[in-house]
């Protein structure tokens, strides 16, 4: 029975190391495990808040609206009352938040209406489409659409 | 508004391969290391006495080879540095997060354990017999513990069959789970089937038969000694078996896939057709199937001159070791070439030495001889085939 | 809110507990408020797209790059049009750049054509979720799914799982990105900036959990469908009048 064991005894060795191995394993990964992982499922619930925190480019309607009353009113009683502001103008967000900071750029009437109302037979058909070669000759689109209102009286 | 490379729709996302030439090696050279283990346990558990001298190579080429396994992986992450939140927090619903620790388990446990034991008495003795910087090595690798008395070699045996014996089921965990990674994405019709694993594992046990076969033979040449015919012609059989049995569920999985014909069929059948032609028809198929098939089932059926079978053997264990490249390739890279709107076509354009180029495959697939060569020098595999050779 | 089943798995025998003690998965997930006002357990996020309305002009993928610094070249939302001919058998379908400057003038045709924007289905049994060996990826409690970039290792094994194409490689970053539902908006009271910035309202921002959203009269009144549905991954965006031949 001794000499059994005697002549066993070396396998005690890798199992050590095995064994120290797995230990600082436990002990390394329960040191480093990051912070909040685990609260709500298996991830870093910290990163909800970083996600959360992103900065802002697209102020709203609400905010535009908030200033510019003219525009917002002609705006409301045309066919383009559920176009967002910024889907013409671009993201405003900086401009919102300091005025005097962002000037926004006029858009381009030839490609901004263009890319709406261009006819394309994959368009819903009561959406207002005109094939622009044909309907304008070349003149910008403005010259008799105000794009705020485009309605001609 | 045409994009080069590119047939038809493809989601705007899908352009670009995810998945390069880098996770092409990894199954490849995991299935090196399973096949040769399980070559090695032949003669260990299933007492198939003629393959001995190859007992030690293919446990060595196993070594070899899984040291490498996970560097390809390492090298295509985004973030290298962040691997280890793969054993800090595995994702328990993720096939992927299990690799870590069977890769672990399987070094550990299976192949470092059972080489040392079968080697203890040689490194004992070189302990003693070496000098210097070597003597140092063998006193570590010792372990402290000189016994290598009649009885503790008893057991040292008992034991290593017992590891050999959790080593293949580790074997075929650590390769058919590999399958279970493609084979569960059901995003990915390609990939997407139960056969996966199995298909992945027999491949697996043929490629690694494979480089075993021709490693020994190539050893044997490279040492001037001559090759057990016995052995040689032994380990043909059984390779010819798994091939017959990895054959036949290749193409159950082709056949089923033509007969049942479901929505992605057209698109798949249409890019082995074009895209797949050379690398899945000519190469997997015929090059890599079909021909050595056909020549191990000659080997079977007649008997030719010693001479001319050591011709076919090494033939065919290059022609399998390519084709099991091209099964890998055609898995891994054929299943990101279609859309999965099934409506398009993309090509995957392989960088040279970018960090996923061809260049750094290359020096990943010769890194393993490089650890096989300086393991045969520390740890010399032959005096099984010298003993052979002597009688 | 509905329980589906990885959740069941995952919270196991928790759930089961509670469940049995009349509690929901809202309140075990949302037993601490949310900072600010916010409270992730009383939302569930999602989105209708309504294809009748949809008028291809791009705005939407316009605005999600604005917002989101999408890299050039990768898309968290795009616009795709399908021309699908008589008795076809594939619709020939483009999506040029993501639709980021609309679409070109098609060629004259009789075909059925339509347009149909994608975006991530912020599926709740995400299979690309499921994948991710680390936990870089989730469904957040209020339903939207996220990738921690600071936790992403870029194996892209998500990328492989995602059915519908909406997630890719950051080229900067080495982390997979993809739509975030605009987390940073939404869960300040305001929209996507897809949604905002879509000029015929083909796309609105919904909450489940809301008793007030028009989307519950919305789906009891229109046939309505998700993309895939044969890949069960209980998709949250529906689509409103969505033709068979959209993969």
Known sequence: MRSTFRDAAHLLRPAALLLIGLAVFLVVRAAVIPKGFGKYGHYRAPFLETARSKPIHYAGQDACVACHDEEAKMRAAGKHAKVACEACHGPQAQHADDPTSLKPKLPDVATLCARCHEKDPAKPRTFPQVVTAEHNAGAACNDCHKPHNPHLD | ?391 | ?247
């Open chain 3, 1 to 247: 809110m509905e329980m589906n089943r990885r959740d069941l798995f995952r919270i196991g025998g928790k759930l089961l507990v509670l469940a049995s003690a009349g509690a929901t998965l809202e309140q075990i997930m949302g037993s601490e408020p949310a900072p600010e006002a916010y409270k992730m357990a009383d939302h569930w996020w999602g989105m209708i797209v309504d294809i009748d309305k949809c008028i291809g002009c791009g705005s939407c993928v316009r605005a999600c790059s604005n917002e989101n610094q999408v890299p050039n070249g990768y898309f968290r939302t795009w616009v795709e049009r399908y021309e699908v001919p008589e008795g076809y058998v594939n619709p020939i379908v483009t999506s040029p750049e993501g639709a980021i400057n609309g679409f070109p003038l098609p060629k004259p045709t009789n075909f059925k054509a339509f347009f149909v924007p994608k975006l991530c289905n912020h599926c709740a049994d995400s299979p690309c979720t499921q994948v991710c060996p680390v936990g870089a990826t989730f469904v957040s409690p209020d339903g939207v799914v996220l990738v921690d970039k600071e936790y992403c290792l870029g194996c892209r094994y998500c990328v492989q799982a995602c059915p519908y194409g909406c997630r890719y490689l950051h080229p900067e970053t080495e982390t997979v990105d993809k739509c975030t539902l605009c987390y940073h908006r939404i869960t300040k009271g305001l929209t996507t900036a897809c949604c905002e910035n879509c000029p015929t309202q083909a796309r609105q921002l919904v909450d489940f959990k809301n008793p007030k959203d028009p989307v519950h009269e919305f789906l009891r009144t229109h046939k309505v469908s998700v993309l895939k549905p044969q890949m069960a991954t209980e998709a949250k965006v529906y689509y409103n009048n969505l033709d068979g031949a959209v993969r």
């Open chain 2, 1 to 391: 508004m045409m994009i080069p490379g590119v047939d038809g729709f493809m989601y705007p996302n899908e352009v670009e391969l995810q998945w390069s030439i880098l996770i092409v090696l990894y199954p490849y050279i995991t299935g090196l290391v399973a096949g040769a283990f399980i070559l090695a346990s032949l003669e260990r558990v299933f007492k198939v006495e003629a393959v001995r001298p190859t007992y030690r190579l293919a446990l060595l080429t196993a070594l070899a080879f899984l040291l490498v396994a996970p560097l390809p992986l390492q090298l295509h992450l985004g973030h290298p540095e962040r691997s280890f939140e793969m054993y800090l927090t595995p994702h328990t619903s993720s096939a992927m997060a299990m690799f870590g620790f069977v890769y672990l388990w399987y070094l550990t446990v299976v192949l470092l354990l059972e080489i040392w034991l079968d080697y203890r008495a040689d490194i004992v003795h070189m302990s003693k017999t070496t000098t210097g910087v070597t003597r140092l090595v063998y006193k570590v690798l010792t372990l402290g513990s000189d016994n290598v008395s009649e009885a503790a070699r008893r057991v040292d045996d008992k034991v290593g069959y017992v590891i050999t014996v959790i080593g293949i089921p580790s074997a075929f965990m650590l390769h058919g789970y590999v399958g279970f990674i493609f084979g569960s994405v059901k995003a990915n019709p390609w990939w997407s089937t139960p056969l996966m694993p199995v298909v992945f594992l027999f491949s697996a046990m043929v490629s690694g038969i494979a480089a075993v076969l021709v490693l020994y033979m190539a050893a044997m040449k490279v040492k001037r000694l001559p090759i057990d015919m016995r052995c040689v012609d032994t380990i043909a059989k059984y390779l010819f078996y798994t091939f017959v049995i990895d054959f036949t569920l290749e193409m159950l999985d082709l056949i089923h896939r033509t007969y049942e014909a479901d929505e992605s069929f057209r698109s798949l059948d249409f890019m082995v057709h074009t895209r797949l032609w050379a690398s899945h028809v000519l190469l997997q198929i015929g090059a890599g199937t079909v021909v050595p098939l056909l020549l191990l089932a000659a080997t079977q059926l007649r008997r030719f001159a010693p001479g001319a079978r050591k011709a076919i053997y090494s033939i065919t264990s290059c022609l399998i070791l390519v084709g099991i490249f091209a099964m890998r390739w055609n898995v891994v890279i054929g299943g990101q070439l279609f859309s999965k709107s099934f409506l398009g076509y993309t090509s995957y354009k392989m960088g040279l030495v970018t960090r996923e180029g061809l260049l750094p495959a290359v020096a990943l697939m010769l890194l393993p001889f490089a650890i096989f060569f300086v393991l045969i020098k520390l740890l010399p595999p032959w005096q099984h085939s010298e003993a052979n050779a002597a009688d």
